[in-house]
């Protein structure tokens, strides 16, 4: 049985932490089988596919020749919640994802797979009608599961959980991605049958993944919505709760460990009992202390380490690291607004030099230590809708410098391009993180070499990602009021085509009222909005892939002075032999994605 993802969200997450190289991965007998990209340097070409194929995973389990072993998972932050709706961090989402199913899974290679669900469904099977400017969906729930105090699982459960998410007399504020999608719901039938129809008032992309997880309807109801967040699954009495993933929780120990034993209701739902006696989550408080408790030998699995801690990593066996390329990408962002306010009609012109000039190549050799995967796409070369564009990743300084030339730009005495007695200067941003700011002396050297002037400035996170109403339009480097002219930071590639709307289209620009927008770059593109308008208004895969044909191929071409990816980042697991079945997953559900499927041997 495979797991679901926890954590889509409709808009695009941006991302604070670090990232460096990669390393070999595990023997074939640590890990399930599964076709994954080959590490490189440069994204790895793959053909537009024919059809879109949103399901078919390559992903297949090694069945237990042993289910009397228990495991120990180690991370270095101790979660907040395990309620998936709250869930802000990794770690939170990591085990929460051993507790929980939904409708669908989304596996390693990004494709769509039923979970608590037996269909994926879409316009072409069936299982999506379009109703006016509507749609209803129909999922068929497994016949005979349980939660895990064997409640039987229906379509009530369905209901139940939109209704507590959009719940109106007592307001669901701490919800982590907000109403989006679940507003556009207007009825759920089925009862407590498994033939369930979701009604929405209009259409809804995003559909897939938006029951994610499935909560039981006679536990969130007989807890008041306002008191959700310390009472709905609360940390200190956890196994109170009521689960319908493979392993439930039995104690949590201050913030040191949480012990977990199998469910008892999860046959009904895996097609066989957990493969574990128990699972235990050890937490060390920093990333080189929980290092140091794998070369101990303490725990059999460590997550939430990134390539920023593989120097760390030198001394343990690389069969017993997993490095894999993650779906967050580092990237330079540039503020149309202000280049726009500063050189006027050059404007554009000046971008594409930057990115001309910009040599990624020595980035990855050098302040990131070498080994990320340099890329052109925004889109992770795993999801159903990437296009491969081509087109080199090498730097060409020569043609950046005729572009200025032709512009009118020339160099002064003291080595910087000027026009009209304005001197080529611009204000690079990003946070207090040694590996960016040292990413951008190197980017600001190279745009010296010709003619332009970077001033770098590193600012503390909550500066640079501080909410509009949090900061002003002096705060120096913030996103939202766009106080920067050039900003490197991380975006989270979309698994969902609908999460770039707030990112890329002009509605998103958040100079504009309730400030709440994500489009930082303040990008307004015709041919980009478009796209974008019809990928909200279409449930026609066949048309959200044509739609992120066109994006991409804008992404790719001159028209964008919105962004340059650098690299994707490596998501890195320690990994004890012993143990069967672990794959990793570069979405938010991590390595716990098929928990159900491990067992040591």
């Known amino acids: ?88 961090a990794s770690t939170d989402i990591e085990v929460a994802d051993s507790m929980f199913d939904g409708l669908l899974t989304i596996t390693p290679d990004l494709k769509y797979q039923p979970d608590l669900a037996l ?52 307001p669901n504020a701490a919800l982590a991605g907000g109403t989006i999608g679940w507003q556009d719901v ?21 559909y897939l993944s938006l029951v994610s997880p499935l909560l039981p309807a006679h536990y969130i109801t007989k807890i008041p919505v306002k008191d959700s967040l310390t009472k709905l699954y609360p940390m200190g009495s956890l196994a109170s709760g ?27 739902i895996g097609g066989h009992a957990p493969w574990l006696t128990s699972v235990v989550w050890k937490y060390y408080g920093a990333p080189d202390t929980m290092i140091a408790g794998f070369k101990s030998g303490d725990y059999d699995l460590g997550g ?22 993650s779906l967050t990408y580092e990237i330079n962002a540039f503020n149309n607004a202000s280049f726009r306010t500063k050189f006027g009609p050059d404007a554009l012109t000046i971008i594409r030099a930057i990115k001309l000039a910009t040599d990624r190549q020595a980035l990855a050799q050098g302040p990131v230590v070498g080994g990320v995967t340099i890329a052109n796409n925004f889109v992770s070369p795993l999801a159903w809708f990437y296009k491969d564009g081509g087109g080199s990743v090498a730097a060409d300084p020569t043609t950046a410098t005729t572009l200025l030339a032709n512009a009118g730009w020339t160099k002064g005495s003291d080595g910087f391009l000027a026009k009209g007695g304005k001197v080529l200067e611009l204000s690079y941003c990003t946070t207090t993180r040694q590996f960016r700011e040292d990413t951008l002396k190197l980017i600001a050297s190279q745009l010296k070499a010709i003619g332009i002037k970077v001033n770098v400035n590193a600012k503390p996170s909550t500066d640079v990602f501080g909410a509009w109403k949090d900061t002003t339009a002096t705060t120096l480097c913030n996103l939202q009021q766009g106080a920067f002219d050039v900003a490197e930071f991380a975006y989270v590639s979309p698994i969902d085509p609908l999460s770039g709307y707030n990112v890329y289209h002009s509605s998103g620009i958040p100079d504009n009222p309730p400030h ?27 048309q959200v892939s044509a739609a992120m044909t066109t994006i991409q191929d804008l992404y790719g071409s001159d028209r964008n002075t919105y962004e340059l990816p650098l690299y994707f980042r490596k998501d890195v697991w320690l990994v004890n032999p012993k143990l069967h079945n672990f794959t990793g997953n570069p979405t938010f559900s991590a390595g716990e994605w098929n928990i159900g499927d491990w067992w040591v041997g």
């Open 186 to 206: 207007t009825g759920v039938d089925g009862g407590g049958g498994t033939d369930c129809v979701m009604h929405f008032g209009k259409v809804y992309e995003g």
């Open 516 to 542: 709440s927008g994500q489009n930082i770059s303040r990008i307004s593109l015709p041919a980009l909005d478009a796209a974008y308008d019809s990928i909200a208004t279409t449930v026609d895969f066949n």
């Open 1 to 88: 049985m495979r797991r679901r993802l926890i954590g889509v969200v409709t808009t695009a997450v941006l991302v604070a932490s670090a990232c460096s190289p990669s390393t070999p991965t595990p023997s074939a007998s640590a890990v399930a089988q599964i076709t994954m990209p080959p590490a490189g340097s440069v994204v790895a070409p793959s053909p537009t596919p024919e059809t879109v194929a949103i399901t078919g995973s390559t992903y297949k389990a090694v069945p237990a020749t042993s289910t009397t072993g228990s495991v120990v998972l180690a991370e270095w932050q101790f979660p907040d919640t395990v309620n998936p709706y709250f869930a802000l």
């Open 119 to 170: 269909n994926v469904p879409t316009l072409d099977n069936g299982g999506v009608t379009l109703v006016g400017n509507g749609m209803d969906v129909s999922w068929k729930l497994r016949l005979g599961m349980q939660w895990s105090d064997g409640q039987p699982i229906s379509c009530d459960d369905i209901k139940a959980t939109w209704q507590w998410i959009m719940a109106k007399d007592q």
């Open 304 to 325: 939430g380490l990134t390539n920023a801690d593989i120097p760390s990593l030198a001394s343990i066996d690389s069969t017993q690291v997993v490095a894999h390329d």
């Open 242 to 268: 009521v689960y319908s993933g493979p392993y439930i929780p039995v104690s949590v120990d201050g913030h040191a460990k949480i012990t977990l034993k199998p469910n008892p209701k999860w046959q009904t």
